[in-house]
Nanobody, 123 residues
């Protein structure tokens, strides 16, 4: 069964750094774009960052740009890591790993989602 499993979420203080991980159960994701979304309490799920299959075509949300860095390792099974620096209380959310492909219209479609990992930032 193909799945994405996140890890690394925990409680941190404002200004600290955190690195999440996402492990794919299959090397099939080596050719997929992978990324992260997050959902804060009472808010809609929002895009955080995405990285292309070869490590290029990196996209960040406005809130992540300059503080988060996404990378991936297409080893035996694909893993993707967001390095999150200078964390703020508004970064508190459940973070979801995703895998997607471009459709025929050139739009990214996310077809696989992990179950999420909780990040809590407190002052």
């Amino acid at each position: 069964q193909v799945q994405l499993v996140e890890s690394g979420g925990r409680s941190v203080h404002v200004g600290e750094s955190l690195r999440l991980s996402c492990a794919a159960s299959s090397s099939v994701f080596n050719i997929w774009a992978m990324g992260w979304f997050r959902q804060a309490p009472g808010k809609e799920r929002e895009f955080v960052a995405r990285i292309g299959s070869n490590g290029a075509r990196i996209v960040y949300s406005v809130s992540a740009r300059g503080r988060f860095t996404i990378s991936r390792d297409n080893g035996h099974n694909t893993a993707v890591y967001p390095q999150m620096n200078n964390l703020k209380p508004e970064d508190t959310a459940v973070y979801y790993c995703v895998a997607g492909r471009y459709d025929n219209n050139g739009e990214m479609k996310y077809e696989y989602w992990g179950k999420g990992t909780q990040v809590t930032v407190s002052s």
